[in-house]
């Protein structure tokens, strides 16, 4: 799966977190992984579709890098 987006959260439960997303939709799920990660803590969401996936990650404050 090719990471489309890495980023840090910078406020809220999980600011210093991880977050990657992942795009899927060529391969076995058709959809989008989210990770975010914190030393030895990992959490993954999937979503069907960009909308959703946009919805999501409204949620979050992240300072987005560049790939």
């Known amino acids: 799966m090719p990471v489309t987006q890495e ?10 977190w991880q977050l990657i997303i ?3 939709r ?3 799920t058709g959809g989008y ?3 975010i990660k914190n030393n030895n803590q990992i959490f993954d969401y999937w979503f069907e579709n960009k909308v959703y996936l946009e919805n999501q990650l409204s949620e ?8």
């Open 33 to 35: 992984y989210i990770y």
């Open 26 to 28: 060529e391969g076995s």
């Open 60 to 67: 979050f404050n992240v300072k987005w890098s560049t790939l």
């Open 7 to 16: 980023g840090l959260i910078i406020s809220g439960d999980y600011c210093g």
């Open 22 to 24: 992942y795009d899927d």
